[in-house]
């Protein structure tokens, strides 16, 4: 059995590259030419490391399914890590799907879902609670629109990633009339269209992350965000796995809705009173996904199995177990120490010296790709 993993780069690959390996399937890590040092090449549970042109990165992702299958006997499975080579695939289904087995979305699915507002109003039909959002009227000048809107509120793209925006780049937090007119014209300025804003959730980060094929979900995950870093928004630096009956039923509706086949992460943010609100879908591999490793969920080989038509593997309910990522959980002590919140930079420290609290890209037992990234943070001049 083998399997190839697409932009080693990301250290989410890694978790997958061992994760399969530990399953005894053979794994291709692959990555564009251009792409310096892939933490993924680093690790020693790859079987074989390939180097695709950029200038014609399809057709060299193509040959390479179609020399596997030949040498096999039997198709590789495709496992997409990146955004750009998800949608490329999604594009070229018929094409790849000939040589390679495939568990991703459609392109219709993919759009739907990385769009904020046509969630939001898909989510809202299905009955899936979704902060308030403001828009201005037909005809109404946007400073009176600006001078209705609730404080504190979030404004974002309605596609961040599209614009290549990073994660913590792809929203702002606006506590006042100035930081919401600069925020509202700098996300118009940059996409060329109106921004979503909605109002500001204080309560607490929660991710649901699914595996699902034609409309059903097979498998889940929940994790509770702990910190992140930058502080005020940024992926997670610190998450753990915890248990939510509602999460997964919630992501459900909108899965099922869709017909939607593949990874997502479903992001919820707790209002005042606890409730649970969708935020946003990432309908790929996310950042915490090293979680599904350490909790032992079996998600990665189900994904494999899925995707070569295979039986799942036993269903295995994830571990309670929080995991970080350093050196962004230093980072993010720092920055909640410059905010006053000492409870938190403190909590970094405990975490540091607790054999209970996982690292999701350190492993004994597979030194190089930490080693490897360490040397990219190193000569990128620091962490990013």
Not at 3 to 19: F, N, P, Q
Not at 188 to 193: A, D, Y
Not at 286 to 314: D, H, I, M, Q
């Amino acid at each position: 059995m083998t399997a190839i993993v697409t932009d080693a780069h990301y250290r989410m690959s890694v978790s997958l590259i061992r994760d399969l390996s530990d399953r005894g399937v053979r794994v291709v890590a692959c990555e564009k030419a251009s792409i310096e040092n892939p933490v993924g090449f680093a690790s020693g549970r790859v079987w074989r490391c390939v180097r695709l042109p950029d200038e014609a990165y399809e057709a060299a992702l193509l040959d390479l399914c179609r020399e596997l299958s030949a040498q096999d006997g039997e198709t590789p499975a495709l496992l997409p890590v990146g955004a750009k080579t998800l949608a490329l695939l999604s594009e070229n289904r018929e094409r790849f799907s000939a040589a390679a087995g495939l568990c991703i979305p459609t392109p219709s699915q993919l759009s739907l879902l990385n769009d904020k507002a046509a969630v939001a109003e898909l989510a809202g039909r299905l009955g899936v609670p979704t902060p308030e959002s403001f828009e201005p009227a037909e005809g109404e000048a946007l400073d009176a629109f600006f001078s209705r809107v609730p404080l504190a509120c979030a404004v974002k793209p309605r596609c961040g990633e599209k614009f290549g925006l990073t994660a913590a780049a792809r929203y702002r937090i606006c506590r006042t009339k100035d930081e919401l007119k600069a925020a509202f014209s700098h996300f118009q300025s940059l996409t060329g269209e109106a921004p979503l804003v909605q109002e500001y959730l204080p309560g607490s980060s929660f991710g649901c992350s699914v595996l699902a094929k034609d409309g059903a979900v097979l498998r889940s995950i929940c994790h509770h965000r702990l910190r992140e870093y930058p502080v005020s928004g940024g992926p997670s630096s610190c998450c753990e796995c915890v248990d939510r009956s509602d999460l997964p039923e919630l992501a459900a509706r909108l899965v099922e809705a869709t017909g939607f086949s593949g990874l997502a992460m479903f992001e919820f943010k707790c209002a005042q009173d606890g409730t649970p609100r969708l935020l946003e879908v990432n309908p790929r591999v996310w950042g915490t996904f090293p979680l599904t490793r350490v909790s032992k969920s079996n998600l990665a080989y189900s994904w494999f199995c899925l995707s070569k038509n295979l039986p799942l593997p036993e269903k295995m309910p994830p571990q309670r177990v929080k995991m970080v990522y350093y050196p962004a959980d230093f980072a993010a002590g720092l920055g909640y120490l410059k905010k006053g919140q000492l409870g938190k930079t403190l909590a970094v420290f405990r975490d540091l010296i607790s054999p209970k609290v996982k690292n999701g890209l350190a492993e004994r037992t597979d030194p190089g790709p930490a080693r490897a990234y360490f040397r990219n943070l190193f000569h990128r001049g620091g962490h990013k």
